[in-house]
């Protein structure tokens, strides 16, 4: 049995094959969903990859305009009559505010990183809200830099608490539809964005033999994690931010020793 079949929903943030919602799309296609894609500037790739999977619903939405964000649901939402989930997969920071810490971060860039990585989902479901169903499920992606200092994150980190934050508390104005909202906080993978974090490359070297499951994880770990939160065997799941990250956010110091056996 195919666990979204029947099942319509939005992918934001494609940009090209290595994106984590790539990953997301391919599998909910795999499994019977129906999917429509929003691009910011690449609509190339993005049209080209949507049509591999048998998907013409590609949109430009830019998430620093609501108007932009209220048009791409109505346009969904008025074609496949239900928004049965979202995928949320969207952040981004000036290389130059990353660059300078926390500390010398400007009044423009933090807004303008709060506004594209963590307000941007309040007016997905907002105007998705018309289209919910009992069962939606809106799915966005964080990282640990917002529960703890990860060298050169800094802004982001920032937004990614608000994010998650804002997630629980859409969880809870939506619970009451039967309409859940959780995050993922995904461990590092090599991404268009990723590429774009100072230290990003030395981190996943490393990282790898720190997680108890001493590797990386990919696009499909993710995206196995968001087949299950959009499906109905997550019912009774809403307001989490479920770690795929191979276990590193569990760890505290770690040994050069081999582990126990
Ligand atoms: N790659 C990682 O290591 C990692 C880890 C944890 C969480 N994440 C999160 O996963 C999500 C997806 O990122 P990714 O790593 O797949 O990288 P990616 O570069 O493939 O995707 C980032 C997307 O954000 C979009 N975007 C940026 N500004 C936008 C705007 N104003 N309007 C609309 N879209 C905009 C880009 O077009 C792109 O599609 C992000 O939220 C990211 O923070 C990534």
Redesign the pocket.
Known sequence: MKLLEGKRGLV?????H????WGIAKLFHEQGATLGFT????KKWVEKLASSIDADFVEN????DDEQIKRVCDLFGSRYESVDFIIH????ADGNELAGGVINTSRQGFLHTMN??AYSIIPFCQYSRPYFREGSSIIS???LGAERVCAGYNVLGIAKAALETTCKYLASDLGGEQVRVNAIS????R????FGLPNFKEMVEKRAGQSPLKRNVTQEDVAKTALYLASDLASGTTGEIIHVDAGYNIMGTWTEEVPCT
């Not at 934001?12 to 090209?16: D, E, I, L, S, Y």
């Not at 290595?18 to 919602?21: G, K, N, P, V």
């Not at 691009?39 to 690449?42: D, I, M, P, S, T």
């Not at 991404?191 to 990723?194: D, G, P």
């Open positions: 934001t943030g494609v940009v090209n290595r994106s984590i919602a691009y910011h500037r690449e939405c830019d998430v620093s997969a969207i952040a981004y594209v990585s992606l964080s990282y995904a461990g590092p993978i991404t268009l964005a990723a």
